[in-house]
Structure formats: structure tokens, C-alpha cells
């Protein structure tokens, strides 16, 4: 069990790991059943998505050093977050990634500095949808599954006052808690993009709102303050 490779990693002393390691399942065991990942097929279904992201990101990584081109950006830092904190240093997930090495490599050399001065052209320019990094054509598909489902779920749950909620997703009927800071940086995002907007051309809005029409995702952050 993945408890018990942590505990050696952590030098738990032996006499006490069978107990922290029970401590550990329990803790695994009730996260779980908080965010929705108890039953066996969203177990599986957490897992598989996990690892259909970095691989496609691993692909990206052979043309681009960064998400959206020759600089980082905010969702570089999202994702090396996700890394750092869970995805290559916890027991399990870090099996699930082994042989990403492109993506290893990212990690282990983002904190190095870049010559800015030196970079020409450093994002490529966005028309349309079409023209946006394959990479973050396949995110914002991903964001129309189950995590529109399940923010959308949890904003509901917000507004009716509810403790928990139940939603479809990855056809099974899943419960869970009430998230508090997904539905505060969903509003968080929505408010960025309004002051954002308020700086740039019609074009460009016109750019973002058929972008964010085509993945349907314009629900889950309208611009509009009185859709919130």
C-alpha cells in the first residue's frame, strides 16, 4: 500500500508505522469520499485523467518550453503547483508520471532564470480558437467534462445553501461536499476577466467570448456580473 512507502520515506520509526499508517488510509479514505473519488470507476477515471494530461503536456513540451509559448504564464505555475505538491512526489501519483521525463525535466528546470531580453516573438498570436496551442485546446476540452459538471454542481450548492451535492459524472451518480474555494476562485477568474476585458479591443473580447462559446464554457465564467 502506498501508506507504507510513505512512512519509510518520512523514517517513521518502525515501532509506530502500522499505526500511522492506519491513520494515513483513514485520512485517504475520508479525502476521497470528500471529493468524490471513493468508488472504484472514479478512482480509475481520476487516475486516467491525471496521466491524459501530462502526456499530452509532455507532447507540448517537445515544441514549446512553456503552455502558451517562449515565456510562462499563470497556468504554468498552476501546473508546476500540481507537480511539486502532489503529482511527482507522492508515493503513487509519481508512478503514474515515471516516464514523462520532458515533463520532469520542466519541472526540475523552471526555477532557472530566462533572458527575456533575447526572446523574440515570445507568444504566438491567437485569432480564433483554431489557432490556440493544441495543448490548451485539449485543457479547455477537458474543462467542458466532468469539471464543468461537478463547479457548476458546487456553485448550485452554494447559492441553495447546501452542505453537499450530487452530480453525473463519468456516468455514475457521485455525492459531494461543498467545495468553498472552487466557488471562490470560479468567481475570482469571472471578476479578473471583467476588469481584463475593460483593457482590450472589441476584437479581442469578440476573440475570448467565441473561444469560450465554442468549448461551452462561457456558463461556468460569464463576464457579465449579474450572471454570477
Not at 477515471?45 to 515544441?63: N, P
Request: glycine content about 6%; some cysteine.
Amino acid at each position: 500500500h502506498a501508506s507504507g512507502e510513505m512512512v519509510k520515506e518520512q523514517g517513521v520509526p518502525e515501532d509506530v508505522r502500522e499505526a500511522v499508517q492506519t491513520q494515513i488510509i483513514g485520512w485517504g479514505r475520508r479525502a476521497g469520499r470528500a471529493i468524490g473519488v471513493a468508488s472504484k470507476v472514479q478512482k480509475r477515471a481520476a487516475e486516467e485523467e491525471i496521466v491524459r494530461i501530462f502526456q499530452h503536456f509532455e507532447s507540448h513540451l517537445e515544441k514549446w518550453p512553456f503552455v502558451f509559448g517562449r515565456l510562462p504564464t499563470a497556468i504554468d505555475t498552476e501546473i508546476m503547483g500540481g507537480l511539486r505538491a502532489h503529482f511527482l512526489y507522492d508515493v503513487y501519483p509519481k508512478t503514474l508520471l515515471a516516464s514523462l521525463d520532458k515533463v520532469r525535466k520542466w519541472h526540475d528546470d523552471f526555477s532557472a532564470p530566462i533572458q527575456v531580453n533575447n526572446i523574440q516573438n515570445p507568444f504566438p498570436e491567437i485569432t480564433d480558437a483554431d489557432s490556440l496551442p493544441p495543448f490548451v485546446d485539449f485543457i479547455l476540452q477537458e474543462m467542458a467534462g466532468p469539471f464543468k459538471t461537478f463547479v457548476l454542481g458546487n456553485s448550485q450548492a452554494h447559492r441553495e445553501g447546501k452542505k453537499s451535492f450530487v452530480t453525473n459524472i463519468y456516468g455514475e451518480d457521485v455525492s459531494y461536499l461543498k467545495r468553498p474555494y472552487v466557488e471562490k476562485s470560479r468567481r475570482m477568474l469571472c471578476q479578473k476577466l471583467r476588469l481584463h476585458q475593460a483593457t482590450c479591443t472589441q476584437g479581442e473580447i469578440e476573440i475570448f467570448t467565441n473561444i469560450m462559446a465554442k468549448y461551452k464554457l462561457d456558463d461556468i465564467y460569464p463576464v457579465a456580473a449579474a450572471a454570477l
